[in-house]
């Protein structure tokens, strides 16, 4: 097995390296103060004020107020949790709209909400993966319930214009969810000025850790909780809350505001160089997306020819991290579903990885990886055309 200092870890969309400050403030709510939160007395009282603590940084990262904030156990129930409610409190609405290119939290979801009888419009994305804002629009009926797309796609960054989206919906009177896992804390994000419903995050995309995530829920919205039981949350999100888990998150998002530059500078740097030298280095090799208008860390890249799955083996034996796309389909005989949306041939699908850097990621590493890709690209070539 590869040694951990030797690993070159390339796949942040995936999941992030818990940041050491995070791992610190849980500690001790995993040895000295695990006391319940719902607790009447004083113990589990100093363990609420470090939940609420977390609400109010986390509020500060989306810019929204703290009650606003449901923690969950990561984006797919956030997802869940928001369609459902959304669903629920329109019980005369049984229509969602979605796009091609969601995550399986949202759309699978959707699937399991069509074999109820009900409905689903999924409107398509073009070649640069960029949806047709009145496509969209029309899609929405008098009977439909939620908009659901996502602030940015977790396979090629691509950003979606929300602000334009949230508007028609709002002139539409239908709810508003976006799934944003992989747009916090990589983008600036102000919902005093975004008329959204309901936003899922996910901790460990995030720097904090997996099992748990937050949902944003306008305080203005009829709400319908997923889980019912206690009060906790606000009674929005019942469970004994995961304390240590919802207090790395609250520091991950504080962490989150002061490294928001350095994402957007040195990591989109360390991306762009990634870039370039391998379109230089070798040739038949194309972005997959819109260049521009994505995140600083992502890179989905076709390096026509070649197999991913091939690619992927041979990086892995070098210490390289990265994916075929999203993981929650890792293991898949089809292609990505995201690229096959956006209209790419099976044969460029099939030879595309997806890499995405993060703010633990250094120019040495950097300086070995684009000497191995390459090296390992040619080498692969070769074997193809013996």
Same mark, same amino acid.
């Given at each position: 097995?590869?040694?951990? $200092?030797?690993?070159?870890?390339?796949?942040?969309? $995936?999941?992030?390296?818990? /940041?050491?400050?995070?791992?610190? &403030?849980m500690m001790p709510f995993l040895t000295t103060h695990y006391g319940n939160p719902s607790g009447s007395h004083r113990f589990g009282a100093q363990v609420k004020a470090a939940? &609420?603590?977390?609400?109010?940084?986390?509020?500060a990262l989306l810019g929204c107020e703290p009650n606003e904030v449901v923690f969950t156990s990561g984006g797919t129930?956030?997802?869940?949790?928001?369609?459902?409610? @959304?669903?629920?409190?329109?019980?005369?609405? +049984?229509?969602?709209? *979605?796009?091609? !290119? &969601?995550h399986n939290a949202v759309l699978n979801y959707c699937e399991a909400f069509v074999r109820r009888g009900c409905s689903v419009t999924i409107v398509a994305v073009d070649e640069q993966g960029h949806l047709d804002l009145a496509e969209m629009e029309a899609a929405i009926r008098p009977d439909t319930a939620v908009v659901?797309?996502?602030?940015?796609?977790? &396979?090629t960054g691509v950003i979606f214009p929300l602000?334009?989206?949230?508007?028609?919906?709002?002139?539409?009177?239908?709810?508003?969810?976006?799934? #944003? !896992?992989?747009? !916090?804390?990589?983008?600036?994000?102000?919902? *005093?000025?975004?008329?959204v419903h309901f936003l899922s995050l996910s901790g460990h995309k995030l720097h904090a850790?997996?099992?748990?995530? #937050?949902?944003?829920?306008?305080?203005?919205?009829?709400?319908?909780?997923?889980?019912?039981? =206690?009060?906790?949350?606000? =009674?929005?999100?019942?469970?004994?809350?995961? !304390?240590? $888990?919802?207090? =790395?998150?609250?520091? @991950?998002?504080?962490? #989150?505001?002061?490294?928001?530059?350095?994402?957007?500078?040195?990591?989109?740097t360390l991306r762009d160089r990634f870039e370039a030298t391998l379109l230089a280095e070798l040739e038949d090799v194309v972005v997959n997306g819109d260049p521009?208008?994505?995140?600083?860390?992502? $890179?989905?890249? @076709?390096?026509?020819?070649?197999?991913?799955?091939?690619?992927?083996?041979?990086? /892995? +034996?070098?210490g390289v991290c990265c994916s075929l796309g999203s993981s929650c389909t890792t293991g898949a005989v089809q292609p990505s579903h995201v690229l096959r949306a956006m209209h790419l041939t099976n044969e460029r699908a099939r030879s595309s990885l997806r890499f995405s850097f993060g703010r633990f990621n250094t120019e040495a590493e950097l300086d070995k990886v684009v000497e191995i890709i390459p090296r390992t690209i040619r080498k692969l070539r070769q074997l193809a055309v013996m």
């Open positions: 097995m590869t040694a951990e $200092s030797e690993i070159i870890y390339l796949d942040n969309n $995936s999941s992030t390296r818990v /940041d050491p400050e995070v791992l610190e &403030e939940t &609420e603590r977390a609400h109010e940084r986390v509020a129930e956030s997802d869940n949790t928001a369609l459902h409610s @959304a669903l629920q409190m329109s019980p005369e609405r +049984r229509h969602v709209v *979605t796009t091609s !290119v &969601e659901s797309v996502m602030w940015a796609n977790n &396979e602000a334009r989206i949230s508007e028609i919906c709002r002139a539409k009177g239908v709810f508003f969810h976006t799934d #944003a !896992v992989q747009a !916090v804390g990589k983008m600036p994000i102000d919902l *005093t000025k975004l008329p850790c997996k099992g748990v995530g #937050a949902l944003y829920v306008d305080r203005k919205s009829r709400f319908q909780p997923l889980l019912v039981g =206690g009060p906790q949350e606000g =009674g929005r999100r019942a469970g004994t809350d995961n !304390v240590a $888990s919802i207090v =790395g998150l609250g520091k @991950a998002a504080e962490l #989150a505001i002061a490294t928001l530059e350095e994402e957007n500078t040195r990591v989109r521009g208008m994505r995140l600083p860390n992502t $890179s989905n890249l @076709a390096f026509n020819g070649v197999d991913a799955q091939a690619i992927l083996l041979k990086l /892995d +034996r070098e």
